[in-house]
């Protein structure tokens, strides 16, 4: 089981590694530091609808390469 984890855990970090800048800062806003999506477009300054799709997008690849 845990070979399995660990592997998993692999090919999540490298994933995460070839995401996009732009999707890797947004999902870390999201997800680390539990930023709402409107926190994160004034803090970014970027259009709260191009933050909801670029974490979309980051989690999509993510599950893509979970196979999930």
């Known amino acids: 089981v845990l070979g399995r984890f660990e592997e998993d855990l692999t090919a999540l970090r490298k994933a995460i590694r070839n995401l996009t800048t732009r999707r ?9 530091e539990q930023r ?3 926190e994160i477009a004034a803090a970014t300054g970027t259009p709260l609808g191009t933050v909801k799709a670029r974490i979309r997008r980051a989690l999509q690849a993510l ?6």
């Open 24 to 32: 890797r800062k947004v999902l870390t806003l999201a997800m680390i």
């Open 36 to 38: 709402t999506h409107s």
């Open 63 to 68: 599950r893509g390469v979970l196979g999930r």
